[in-house]
Nanobody
C-alpha cells in the first residue's frame, strides 16, 4: 500500500487557518526542492509554493500574503500554512519533490517528479 505523505486537511470555516504537513522522507530523502500544488474540484493541478533546501521560497501571486511554505530538514517535513481561508482555497493539496535540491524559479508541475497522494481541504462559507 502506498504511503500517504500529506496530512492536515479537512473542513475548515472561511476565515480560519490550516496547516498542511508533508512527510517528505519517501519523496525527498535528501531535502530536495519541495512544492505544494492545489487542485480545485474540476480544475487543473496548479503550483502554489515551493521551497529549496536552503529555505528559498517562491509563491504564485494569487496566494502571497496568505500562504506560507516552510520546512524542517531534520524531520523531512514540509509545511503549508494557509491563513484567512476562502472558499476558493478548497481543493486537494499535493506535496511534490523535484528530485534535486534547487527549485527552478517557477512552480511548474512538470518540474516535479515525485508526488504525494494529496489531502483534501474544504472551506465552508
Amino acid at each position: 500500500q502506498a504511503q500517504k505523505e500529506e496530512f492536515g486537511g479537512g473542513t475548515v470555516q472561511a476565515g480560519g487557518s490550516v496547516r498542511l504537513s508533508c512527510d517528505a522522507s519517501d519523496i525527498s530523502p535528501n531535502n530536495y526542492c519541495m512544492g505544494w500544488f492545489r487542485q480545485a474540484p474540476g480544475g487543473k493541478r496548479e503550483g502554489v509554493a515551493d521551497i529549496d533546501r536552503e529555505g528559498q521560497k517562491t509563491y504564485v501571486d494569487s496566494v502571497k500574503g496568505r500562504y506560507t511554505i516552510s520546512r524542517d530538514n531534520a524531520k523531512d517535513t514540509v509545511y503549508l500554512d494557509i491563513d484567512n481561508l476562502k472558499p476558493e482555497d478548497t481543493g486537494t493539496y499535493y506535496c511534490a519533490s523535484t528530485g534535486v535540491w534547487y527549485c527552478f524559479g517557477d512552480i511548474r508541475e512538470d518540474a516535479f517528479g515525485y508526488w504525494g497522494q494529496g489531502t483534501q481541504v474544504t472551506v465552508s462559507p
